[in-house]
Each structure stands twice: as C-alpha cells, then as structure tokens.
C-alpha cells in the first residue's frame, strides 16, 4: 500500500473531510485500487497494514469502493499489505 494525505478539498462538497487519505492498495488478486482509506487516522498508515474493503452507497450517483483497516488482521498478520 502507498498513500497521500488530501489536505485542499477536490471540491467544495469534501471541505469538512479533509485532511483525509487516499490509498494505492494492492488486492489478494493482484491488482491495485486507487480509493479513499476511511475510519483511520492519516498517522496510522503504514506499509504492510492489512486492509478491507468496503462499499459506500449514496443516496444518490453509483457506489464505491473505499478501504478500512482490518484490525482483526492487523494483530494476527502485520506483514501482509494485501486487502
């Protein structure tokens, strides 16, 4: 996994998210996914944090895929950066 830390808003509808991380993770398949990392803290991130992937639903527009740490994972294996 790499990430960046979004501090300047892509659009006036995310000014009360930032700062927030988005992340290049590389699934358990092989490919990589370019989504934002939800419910951690930016100083949390590290290389080699297991991750899961989660679905957002809005009301309105498509779903998407965001990623969440795995913490039942991330005691049992910490050198595993596949999602």
Do not use: C, K
């Not at 009360?16 to 939800?38: D, K, M, S, T």
């Not at 998407?64 to 913490?71: N, Q, T």
């Amino acid at each position: 996994m790499s990430w960046a830390v979004v501090h300047h808003p892509p659009h006036p509808d995310f000014a009360e998210q930032v700062p927030f991380p988005i992340g290049l993770v590389e699934l358990a398949e092989g490919p990589w996914i370019n989504a934002r990392i939800v419910g951690a803290d930016p100083a949390e991130l590290r290389a080699g944090l297991p991750l899961h992937v989660a679905f957002i639903h809005p009301e309105t527009g498509d779903s998407y895929p965001v990623f969440r740490i795995d913490r039942q994972s991330e005691s049992e294996s910490p050198e595993d950066s596949r999602a």
